[in-house]
């Protein structure tokens, strides 16, 4: 029940395209669901998060969309640049005295100029 | 030194050396944490201190073995390990008492066991 499972595994795009990783969680206490940027030879850095109360939050070309009775999120990334090459974690925690994040497993993604 | 850091980057390491790795958080955070990251799977959560006591040990092995002598530093010993232990160890850091678990990661620490 604590798994987020994560797909693609790996993802190619054109300059200016768009750039769709999607997650599902089975975990209906999870309250919190962010995603993750790394770098080769960096830790994970915080992209963007989303609370369930909404169904899409949008940073410049960056854009979650949440599901909640699918319990699916996703990550849209929109004008994809050579720069967005990385790997991307989606996560989820709940609050409470938990507060772990679990992680998906990534999708490599690599935008070909 | 800003944001999360982490010594040394890389370690190479026989299976009857003993080292540790060390994190140090800028942030003012009162959690941290140590992850292995290994290919293509997901991060596996090793450890979490909250206010300098550990409260997660996720059935770690117990030839890792960490420290948290203070809410800024965690350290993590390592002693007699195997080769699948191979990975990058990751430290992160957070505020507990804040609304959503916003975690910041270090650069990592790339152990090989030979």
């Known amino acids: 029940q604590q798994q987020v499972k994560q797909s693609p595994q790996s993802l190619i795009v054109q300059k200016g395209g768009i750039s769709i990783i999607n997650c599902a969680y089975e975990?209906?206490?999870?309250?919190?669901f962010p995603w993750y940027q790394q770098f080769p030879g960096k830790g994970p850095a915080l992209l963007i998060a989303?609370?369930?109360?909404?169904s899409e939050k949008k940073e410049g070309r960056f854009t979650i969309s949440f599901n909640k009775s699918a319990k699916q999120f996703s990550l849209h990334i929109m004008d994809s640049q050579p720069g967005d090459s990385a790997t991307y974690f989606c996560?989820?925690?709940?609050?409470?005295?938990?507060?772990?994040?679990?992680f998906g497993s990534g999708t490599q993604l690599t935008v070909l100029p | 030194e800003t944001g999360v850091t982490q010594t040394p980057r890389h370690l190479v390491m026989g299976m009857t050396n003993k080292k540790s790795l060390k994190c140090e958080q800028h942030l003012g955070h009162n959690a941290m944490y140590w992850y292995k990251q290994s290919a293509k799977k997901p991060l596996e959560l090793m450890f979490v201190y909250n206010f300098k006591e550990q409260t997660e040990n996720n059935s770690v092995p117990s030839r890792f073995s960490p420290e948290c002598p203070n809410s800024s530093h965690l350290f993590l010993h390592l002693h007699t390990l195997q080769p699948e232990d191979s990975a990058l160890y990751l430290c992160?850091?957070?505020?507990?008492?804040?609304?959503?678990?916003?975690?910041?990661f270090g650069p990592g620490t790339r152990l090989t066991v030979l």
């Open positions: 975990n209906t206490a999870f309250d919190y």
């Open positions: 989303i609370r369930p109360d909404v």
């Open positions: 992160a850091s957070s505020q507990w008492t804040g609304p959503y678990n916003e975690q910041f």
């Open positions: 996560a989820a925690s709940n609050g409470g005295s938990a507060r772990q994040l679990t």
